[in-house]
């Protein structure tokens, strides 16, 4: 049992029994103190390749559990692992990785995979390796049949051939994002009546405001800002954006459609100067950033999860109830998850993080069960 003071994201005791969150337990629980830290639900990361060198690519069930290990230290209690474009052999194993970790419950925050590729537009293909993109006929056959791990795939939906992958992954129940696109609005609307629910990190790989002749035409980044259902991603570790991008986001989406995600990878916790894998690319861990080695695209990020929470609040002055409402709730909603994961409701998993008053970890519950130690972020 957590006890947490008034004012803060949870007020009064919160209770866990056998890994859940309950109204009563009869089994004598063990209080803690949470010592004026903010009682938050365990973070949800829909958009992470790994860490500490190991990228989820990788077909190594121990490399996914260190990866996985240090993000949970890192305050992250539920993961979609995100494999970044590679090769359909690659691609495959990497999906069998993860279902063999799921169905021998050897991975507890390991919530799914998110495919990041490879129907992607080369124009828009940022750090994936152009050789590894596909078109979404391809994908279609490597993906039938549905691999039980996969929950999510970012797509380019107006690649020929979307339309019919985008409703088969839709009515198999894994969401749909776009993402590294071209898409016009009138794409983007087609994908969604078809299924589409979410929108990949805002103002990376997309589309925007373009002037071929007297009209301005929107692309993908103004239709993203402009909808009104669809959910959507921002990477806030103080690279990717600047503050008045995410203060843009916030305002058009609002914490209940607005995402935190870190997008990390195999540099997170390396130092700077190493390389690392992500999907068929390779990237360089610099003073808290990653990039391509010819440095002109960055290359995920090297930013734990919590470690945005607190930079999303420094960069915009958003609450810290929205702050952790974008990185629990609202990313548990987008993937079906919620309310078993990114809450403290009866029912949902005993997943728990206390944040210190400057929204730093000081502690990590799964289940339950205390978590010790915090993931270096790279440049804090």
């Known amino acids: ?84 474009s590679t090769g359909p052999a690659e691609m495959a194993a990497a999906l069998a990785t993860a279902t063999g970790l799921i169905a021998g419950q050897q991975a507890p925050t390991l919530a799914g995979v998110h495919l990041e590729g490879p129907c992607l537009a080369p124009e828009q293909r940022g750090a994936h390796d152009s050789a590894h993109l596909r078109s979404a006929s391809e994908v279609l056959r490597e993906l039938t049949p549905l691999p039980e791990a996969l929950r ?12 019919a992958l985008i409703s088969y992954l839709a009515g198999q129940g894994v969401r749909v994002s776009a993402g590294h696109s071209s898409a016009t609005p009138e794409h983007l609307a087609r994908a969604r009546r078809l299924g589409l629910s979410h929108l990949a990190h805002l103002w990376s790989g997309q589309s925007a405001l373009t002037r071929p002749a007297l009209h301005r035409l929107p692309g993908l980044l103004e239709a993203s800002l402009a909808s009104t259902e669809l959910t959507a991603e921002v990477i806030a570790d103080g690279h990717h954006l600047p503050a008045a991008l995410l203060t843009i986001a916030l305002r058009c989406l609002g914490p209940d459609r607005l995402c935190l995600v870190s997008d990390a990878t195999a540099g997170t916790g390396l130092a700077p100067g190493s390389a690392f894998r992500t999907g068929a690319s390779t990237g360089r861990v610099h003073n808290g950033y990653a990039a391509t080695d010819d440095h002109t695209s960055l290359c995920g990020s090297v930013t734990p999860l919590a470690v945005t929470v ?69 440049d804090r």
Request: charged letters at 15%; proline letters at 9%; hydrophobic letters at 40%.
């Open 152 to 163: 999510m795939v970012t797509l380019a939906p107006e690649l020929p051939g979307a339309d």
């Open 1 to 84: 049992m957590i006890h947490a003071g008034p004012g803060q994201t949870r007020t009064g005791p919160v209770l866990i029994c056998r890994g859940s969150v309950s109204r009563d337990c009869p089994h004598g629980p063990v209080p803690i103190d949470a010592g004026g830290c903010l009682v938050s639900p365990g973070l949800v990361d829909i958009h992470v390749h790994g860490a500490l060198g190991h990228d989820l690519t990788e077909p190594d069930q121990a490399a996914w559990r260190r990866a996985l290990e240090a993000h949970l230290h890192a305050g992250t209690t539920t993961v979609l692992a995100t494999l970044a």
């Open 310 to 378: 607190a930079r999303m609040r420094e960069l915009t002055g958003a609450s810290v109830d929205d702050v952790v409402t974008m990185a629990t709730a609202t990313p548990a909603r987008a993937v079906g998850l919620y309310p078993r994961k990114g809450s403290l409701l009866p029912g949902a998993d005993g997943d728990v993080v206390l944040f210190g008053p400057d929204l730093s970890v000081r502690a990590v519950v799964l289940g339950g069960r205390p978590v010790t130690g915090v993931l270096p972020d790279g």
